[in-house]
């Protein structure tokens, strides 16, 4: 048997019965490439405006919001179903995380 880092050892499939060091890194690419291309939809999901027929936010949540046409602002919704401004409001979405303190 050929040593596993000799190249003639996987020319023409060679005689080991395991995969080439560089068919498993392609796996484990592939692996965290499906990951990451999750999480990017996981976060696209969460920064979209969302239309309030289709969903409304959690009650008394600060989100964004839009309403009459290009307005924009940050409103909490009653238990009432009222929004704090008593806008019209057409379509939300989640606020960002606060940033981080820096601590130095």
Do not use: Y
Request: one cysteine or more; hydrophobic letters at 35%.
């Amino acid at each position: 048997m050929r040593d596993a880092l000799d190249p003639d050892h996987w020319v023409n499939g060679g005689e080991c019965d395991h995969p080439h060091p560089d068919a498993l890194a392609m796996e484990a690419l592939d692996a965290e490439n499906k990951q990451l291309r999750a999480e990017v939809e996981r976060l696209r999901e969460a920064q979209r405006w969302i239309s309030v027929q289709e969903q409304l936010p959690p009650v008394n949540t600060a989100v964004l919001t839009r309403w009459r046409g290009e307005t924009f602002s940050v409103e909490w919704r009653f238990p009432s179903g009222e929004w704090t401004t008593g806008a019209f409001v057409t379509h939300w979405m989640p606020l960002p995380e606060p940033p981080k303190e820096v601590q130095g």
